[in-house]
């Protein structure tokens, strides 16, 4: 089934109900959504030359947008590769290459950095800026047919870092996504007609899969003004759209609560926290439950099983009378109903209760592969297991807690950030002979970058220099906020650097 039909099924049962917001006013009804999605496609079809199966992405900060082009891209029955906003033009021409993308969407604000990406990505015919009048044209002419689609057919190519320093296209099918939208509703909550969503993580990410589920059951969609996560402005929001849900990272979390303009919030505005991306602080989850009610909900996943490994629910966070209550807090809750998670060694072996081991998961949200990349397919799915890379142990009533990252990746505010893809830069600059990137434990974002250089003899470089190579290489969030010039790595035996060395100096 084309994911499209969650759009359709809703422009018939709530036909005059607010689809999309923009700010504090209505924008589309989910009836005029579904007619401007419908005509959109035909202008991907006819006057684009697109066919179903091609690939289109956006670059696009929070808009209302973002979401008429996602449906007009499946409704027509083509692959939607959504961006994340804040790439470094270097690394938009990574994905819009190797995605083979015909056609892109951007804001203004990321018309220029587009324009110079698609140098390098030949495949790219056009760029269409979503408020000039190629776009508004779009919505002029003849509705087309939605086109059929396989549940197996690529819907959505989610771009996630890789450990090898270049990112790794997660191919999300129309059957990954339906899936992922009704586990949704049996894990996490089953929103009402006329509440909301307020879109503050970026789209492209976490809070466009939350679409999903919003869309199906008539929910108004709710993006800021200002495209971003302002707390003051996301407050506003929640009182005008109320009986909202919402994604934040645990950072953006604690933001909220710290605010002064918190007790501003009206009962009844806020209905559902999920939080994920990172782990968070059992204390920051206390004072939040003190600060705004059982309103709570983690999610564990990856791009290549989005939303969908483990959850704590709202009810588990609550249970402040259980034995284990902030044991279980600090775990990232039980398996997923639509999946089957395991921690195994590294024979694939389960580990017994209580064992640390790596953590696997099958189900029908586990993605089809990696884009044109079978040898990382190989590496990760395993006879129908994705191998997640990240490091975790089970207790004897299901609950998962994360132990390690076996990939060194580095969460800085939510945000997955690889190490091998900063070394990669800094190896740029002549005077560096080698260096190991590691994550540095911080109070507010989880984590942040530190940098460990080695020169080379009679060689010298600064801070500044090596700020200013990563600015001109990868996005400003990725760079460094330390380094460290040290006269050698720690190394075993093998050669193999140390990390873990590393961050305990830290």
């Not at 704590?312 to 609550?318: A, I, K, P, Q, T």
């Not at 890379?389 to 990939?407: A, H, I, M, P």
Request: hydrophobic share 40%.
């Amino acid at each position: 089934m084309n994911i499209a039909h969650l759009l359709l099924k809703s422009a018939q049962a709530f036909r005059d109900h607010t689809a999309l917001a923009r700010g504090t006013e209505p924008h589309l009804s989910y009836r005029d959504l579904w007619r401007k999605v419908s005509v959109m496609s035909t202008h991907l079809r006819v006057r684009f030359g697109l066919a179903p199966g091609d690939r289109v992405a956006f670059a696009m900060t929070n808009c209302v947008e973002s979401l008429e082009v996602m449906y007009a891209i499946w409704h027509a029955g083509m692959c939607a590769v959504p961006m994340n906003a804040k790439l470094h033009a270097k690394e938009f021409a990574f994905i819009l290459d190797n995605s083979g993308a015909r056609l892109c969407f951007v804001t203004p604000d990321l018309a220029v950095t587009i324009a110079e990406a698609v140098k390098d990505a030949l495949s790219v015919k056009e760029i269409v800026d979503v408020t000039t009048r190629p776009y508004t044209f779009m919505a002029v002419g003849d509705p087309s047919p939605m086109a059929e689609a396989e549940p197996t057919d690529p819907a959505w190519l989610f771009y996630t870092s890789g450990t090898t320093g270049r990112p790794k296209g997660a191919t999300l099918t129309h059957r990954n996504l339906l899936a992922m939208t009704l586990n949704y509703y049996a894990d996490v909550d089953r929103p009402p007609p006329g509440s909301s969503m307020v879109h503050a993580a970026p789209i492209s990410h976490g809070s466009g899969l939350w679409n999903f589920p919003m869309m199906a059951r008539g929910v108004v969609q709710v993006f800021p003004d200002s495209g971003h996560y302002d707390v003051a402005e996301t407050i506003a929001l929640m009182n005008r759209w109320p009986d909202c849900s919402i994604f934040l990272a645990p950072t953006m979390v604690k933001r909220l609560i710290e605010h002064p303009r918190l007790g501003e919030l009206k009962p009844g505005a806020l209905r559902l926290i999920s939080y994920g991306g990172a782990p968070m602080y059992v204390s920051d989850l206390k004072n939040a439950m003190k600060l705004l009610g059982n309103v709570l909900c983690q999610l564990y996943g990856q791009g290549e099983s989005p939303m969908t490994i483990t959850h704590l629910s709202r009810e588990m966070h609550g249970q402040t009378d259980h034995p284990r209550w902030e044991e279980r807090l600090a775990s990232a809750g039980v398996a997923d109903a639509c999946v089957e998670v395991r921690v195994v060694d590294e024979d694939g072996r389960p580990v017994a209760l209580g064992e640390v081991g790596e953590i696997i998961v099958k189900g029908e949200t586990v993605m089809a592969g990696y884009w044109n990349n079978p040898e990382a397919t190989a590496k990760s799915l395993r006879d129908g297991w994705l191998w997640t890379g990240d490091v975790g142990t089970f207790d004897e009533d299901g609950f998962l807690t994360l132990k390690d990252r076996s990939k060194d990746m580095i969460i800085s505010g939510g945000t997955n950030i690889y190490p091998r893809e900063i070394e990669d830069v800094l190896n740029l600059h002549p005077a560096v002979a080698e260096c190991s990137v590691v994550g540095r434990p911080h109070p507010e974002w989880g984590e942040d970058v530190v940098a460990f250089v080695v020169t080379r003899a009679g060689a010298q470089v600064t801070a500044a220099e090596l700020d200013r190579l990563c600015l001109d290489n990868i996005a400003r969030f990725k760079r460094p906020k330390d380094y460290k010039f040290v006269d050698a790595l720690p190394k075993n035996n093998y050669g193999k650097i140390l990390k873990t060395e590393l961050r305990t100096r830290l």
